[in-house]
């Protein structure tokens, strides 16, 4: 079957299967996409004279069959095709003939492909918003509910001060707030039209990129063509930096989680159907699930230097090796999505232990209590730590269980609620209503295009003590 580039000649079999690579396979993931760039293209070339309002009418009608397909499962890239562009533009020539060949005017697929990445992108990252949401949202909730249970906090994973698991869950929702302000931050920078810009030099034709710009819901243009084409590799790469810190939280939680659900610990336990067993070691309950997160992330975690190396010494202009992108985005998006689920699912079951600290070799842990209790009776502080340290040495340190944290942030004071707010403030200052109202004027049923919020969890703060009720308690305690 010819390719939209050829002129006559055909290419070696075992060329095109090189340079065709996986591009049938992923570029499944973009077909609504160019579905909706070829949707916006065409109603500008109507304006600008280079098709009928009936060949407009016509086309859109056949596109809007095409998406349909593609909601369907039913969207095929036929053997002998070579990717989503051309399979797309031989189904509109297929049904409408010369019509059909008319929608590349103006076009390359260079900007084909970065269009339909770039609306690919912005809807996985609100996707990705929405998972983060929800996992945000059951954490806030688990640091409420157990934000009374003592556990040990630790540096160089020796036992250090007292932590309790209201700290422990609420930090990682905290990580989460810096993990979305990131993702915004790559929202913004891929958010930016570049279509029309051609092979990365323009075009002769009176294109109206403003118009869509509007037409896709894009926030802004690349204005210069040449940096429009220099986008590829550079939108991947932005949003790998936030992917890689999310990452980074999930793969931390993790690893706790296989700390603290080894005997070793003890501190939380999960149901005998959310972890796995051993060949010949019948007691076992091995944590899988954390373990595969962790591991999962960590090579999301490397997702920045894969696509730096693949473009570091790339020149202006296209090149080929930029098809590798999306090896390399496509499937890290769909890990990122998949262990967030899987982490929220696996809190949802979490058991925690309510009495840790009733191990006496927890009994040092509040030596730093005892050393600030004396210094407010009055002793200096370095006088109260050697007292404290020659109570240690000598076997005869004694200290009850009371901590008496009241500032921002601590064991008393969760700021929980600041911390919901802080999350709220900046996912709301993401602006996917734009693209929203703007696809849906293109394709006006609106289906599996936005990302699915069925079941999706809403903020809530409701606890069971608020944060100024506890350290009243603690005040009395004192």
């Given at each position: ?31 609504p996409f160019d579905v909706l760039g070829t949707l916006a293209h065409i109603t500008m070339l109507e304006t600008i004279g280079l098709l009928t309002e009936e060949e407009l009418t016509t086309l859109k009608t056949e596109l809007n069959n095409i998406y349909q397909l593609i909601q369907n499962q039913q969207f095929v890239i036929e053997p002998g095709v070579e990717d989503v562009h051309s399979q797309v533009e031989l189904l509109l020539t297929q049904k409408l003939g010369d019509v059909g060949k008319k929608v590349h005017s103006g076009r390359s697929r260079n900007d084909q492909v970065l269009v339909d990445m770039k609306l690919f ?358």
């Amino acid at each position: 079957m010819a390719k939209l580039w050829e002129k006559g000649t055909s290419t070696n079999k075992h060329v095109e299967a090189f340079t065709v690579g996986k591009d049938r396979e992923l570029d499944i993931h973009l077909a609504p996409f160019d579905v909706l760039g070829t949707l916006a293209h065409i109603t500008m070339l109507e304006t600008i004279g280079l098709l009928t309002e009936e060949e407009l009418t016509t086309l859109k009608t056949e596109l809007n069959n095409i998406y349909q397909l593609i909601q369907n499962q039913q969207f095929v890239i036929e053997p002998g095709v070579e990717d989503v562009h051309s399979q797309v533009e031989l189904l509109l020539t297929q049904k409408l003939g010369d019509v059909g060949k008319k929608v590349h005017s103006g076009r390359s697929r260079n900007d084909q492909v970065l269009v339909d990445m770039k609306l690919f992108l912005r809807a996985e990252m609100e996707e990705i918003t929405n998972l983060m949401e929800s996992l945000f949202s059951t954490l806030i909730q688990l640091s409420e509910k157990h934000k009374e249970v003592l556990i040990p906090g630790y540096t160089h994973l020796q036992i250090a001060m007292p932590s309790s698991f209201g700290l422990w869950f609420g930090a990682y929702a905290e990580s989460l707030t810096d993990d979305l302000e990131l993702l915004k931050a790559s929202y913004n920078v891929v958010n930016q039209n570049p279509l029309g810009s051609a092979a990365g030099y323009g075009s002769s034709f009176p294109l109206n990129r403003q118009l869509t710009t509007d037409l896709l819901g894009f926030s802004n243009l690349n204005y210069n063509v040449v940096y429009a084409q220099m986008t590829r590799g550079k939108s991947e790469q932005t949003l790998s930096y936030a992917m890689a810190g999310i990452a980074s939280t999930l793969s931390k939680m993790a690893m706790d989680m296989c700390l603290y659900n080894s005997q070793n610990f003890g501190f939380v336990s999960f149901p005998d159907e959310f972890t796995t067993g051993s060949s010949i070691m019948p007691h076992k309950k091995n944590p899988d699930v954390w373990e595969l997160v962790r591991g999962k992330c960590n090579l999301i975690k490397s997702l920045p230097n894969q696509i730096s190396l693949l473009t570091s010494n790339l020149p202006s202009g296209y090149h080929r090796d930029l098809q590798l992108l999306k090896e390399q985005i496509i499937p890290a998006l769909d890990e990122l999505k998949a262990t967030l689920k899987m982490t929220e699912l696996m809190l949802a079951k979490i058991q925690v232990k309510t009495d840790v600290l009733t191990d006496p070799k927890y009994n040092y842990l509040f030596s730093v209590e005892e050393v600030n209790r004396l210094v407010l009776a009055g002793v200096p502080f370095r006088d109260a730590y050697k007292q404290v340290a020659q109570t240690i040495g000598n076997g005869d340190f004694k200290s009850d269980h009371t901590v008496t944290h009241i500032h921002e942030g601590s064991i008393g004071n969760l700021y929980n609620y600041q911390i919901v707010e802080k999350f709220k403030k900046i996912k709301e200052s993401i602006n996917f209503e734009q693209a929203h109202l703007a696809i849906q004027k293109l394709i006006p049923k609106l289906s599996d295009l936005t990302p699915r919020t069925r079941g999706k969890k809403r903020f809530t703060y409701s606890p069971r003590r608020t944060d100024l009720e506890f350290v009243a308690i603690h005040k009395t305690r004192e």
